[in-house]
């Protein structure tokens, strides 16, 4: 897992420099967000459960996926869906407290696109319930934090995608 710290970092050192203007700046971008993303994490973690009932209630919830023949319908299947969009929520917010997605290839999309596909699991369908989990977590932790957490939620959307 790399953050934003060690990316710029290895950049510079695989070419022997002492780190350059745009480093810094990088740099001093994540160091002066610091708080707002400790402080987002925290409330994320205290909301976790509202922020992905709620996204299901706004995305899934009495669609096609949970009558029957839907990928949620029956018990287990609905769980299954729910811990996802919590593995999504919790690895997304490391990501962001991080600031790099690395831990997001590593843990969450390596093979994940294949797993779903030999399951049925719609696509589509999770990139809906992940586009409202922004949503929510947005009207929660406000827009700046919001749109920082964006990233790495579209980040696994884009990784189901290709
Ligand atoms: C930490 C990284 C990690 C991820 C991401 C992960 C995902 C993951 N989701 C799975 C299943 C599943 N995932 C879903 C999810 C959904 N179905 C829908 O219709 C919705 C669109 C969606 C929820 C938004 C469902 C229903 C299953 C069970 C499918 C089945 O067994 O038939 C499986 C197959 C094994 C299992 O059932 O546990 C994996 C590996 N596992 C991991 O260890």
Redo the contacts with the bound molecule.
């Keep these: 897992m790399q953050d934003a710290i060690t990316n710029v970092i290895n950049q510079s050192d695989v070419q022997g420099l002492y780190l350059d203007e745009g480093s810094m700046n990088s740099l001093e971008q994540y160091f002066a967000s610091g708080e707002l993303r400790v402080r987002a994490a925290a409330t994320i973690s205290a909301n976790a459960t509202a922020i992905i009932r709620d996204a299901?209630a706004k995305?899934?919830l009495y669609s096609d996926?949970t009558r029957p023949g839907?990928?949620?319908y029956t018990t287990?299947?609905?769980a299954?869906?729910?811990?996802?969009?919590d593995?999504?929520l919790r690895?997304a917010t490391y990501a962001m407290l991080a600031g790099n997605t690395s831990i997001l290839d590593e843990?969450?999309?390596n093979?994940?696109k294949e797993?779903?596909n030999s399951?049925?699991?719609?696509?589509g369908?999770?990139v809906?319930?992940?586009q409202a989990m922004k949503e929510v977590t947005a009207s929660i932790v406000g827009p700046d934090a919001g749109s920082e957490m964006a990233v790495y939620l579209d980040y696994i959307c884009s990784g189901l995608g290709n």
């Design positions: 299901i995305s899934l996926s839907g990928n949620m287990r299947r609905y299954a869906c729910i811990r996802d969009m593995y999504f690895y843990r969450v999309l093979g994940l797993t779903y399951l049925g699991v719609p696509i369908n999770t809906q319930a992940v």
